[in-house]
Antibody, heavy 116, light 108 residues
Framework: EVQLVESGGGLVQPGRSLTLSCAAS????????MHWVRQAPGKGLEWVAE????????DYADSVKGRFTISRDNAKSSLFLQMSSLTTEDTALYFC??????????WGQGTLVTVS | DIVLTQSPATLSLSPGERATLSCRAS???????LAWYQQKPGQAPRLLIY???TRATGIPNRFSGSGSGTDFTLTISRLEPEDFAVYYC?????????FGPGTRVDIK
């Protein structure tokens, strides 16, 4: 069974940094691209970032480009999101998700980031 | 960038009724790039349909997807109590995902 468990969320002041982690199990991690998606309180889904299986391709939403860095450690089946220069607009539940066929076929339960 | 619009914003139906949810793209999209998700309160989204019409693993056959060009539909043939949730359509392009604003299906 695929499991994705996010951690690292919390309350952070504007302008500060935070790093999220996602521990993956139940599938061959280094066979799949991985993504971060966020959801502001009471709002819809916003794609944040993608890293390919070998970290060769990385992309970001315009809203976070230059401030967030996605990375992965295939040896530890882990995904990361380093977030800097945080603003109140970054307050959201952050999900890690496994790439499927042009979709996201498994999601973690999310970790909440509150910038205040 | 492609923008997805979903209608209606809220659909109020009774268990056993048929639900028809619409997703419209701002320009024509490739059908294999269109997916649907279900999200219940306090839970992560769950993939229902990918490639416009292929059900994801474990998804009951009362869920079906169709469409082409700019107009796509998610149909739930007979609503079960557990189907009351928010549904999002999604478009994929060059490793990026765009989501629609969602349709809430609630109990009438």
């Amino acid at each position: 069974e695929v499991q994705l468990v996010e951690s690292g969320g919390g309350l952070v002041q504007p302008g500060r940094s935070l790093t999220l982690s996602c521990a993956a199990s139940g599938f061959t991690f280094d066979n799949h691209a991985m993504h971060w998606v966020r959801q502001a309180p009471g709002k819809g889904l916003e794609w944040v970032a993608e890293v390919s299986w070998n970290s060769g391709d990385i992309d970001y939403a315009d809203s976070v480009k230059g401030r967030f860095t996605i990375s992965r450690d295939n040896a530890k089946s882990s995904l990361f999101l380093q977030m800097s220069s945080l603003t109140t607009e970054d307050t959201a539940l952050y999900f890690c998700a496994k790439a499927g066929p042009y979709s996201l076929d498994s999601w973690g339960q999310g970790t909440l980031v509150t910038v205040s | 960038d492609i923008v997805l619009t979903q209608s209606p914003a809220t659909l109020s139906l009774s268990p056993g009724e048929r639900a028809t949810l619409s997703c419209r793209a701002s320009q024509s999209v490739i059908t294999r790039y269109l997916a649907w998700y279900q999200q219940k309160p306090g839970q992560a989204p769950r993939l229902l349909i990918y490639g416009t019409s292929t059900r994801a693993t474990g998804i009951p056959n009362r869920f079906s997807g169709s469409g082409s060009g700019t107009d796509f539909t998610l149909t739930i043939s007979r609503l079960e109590p557990e189907d009351f949730a928010v549904y999002y359509c999604q478009h994929y392009y060059l490793s990026r995902f765009t989501f629609g604003p969602g349709t809430r299906v609630d109990i009438k």
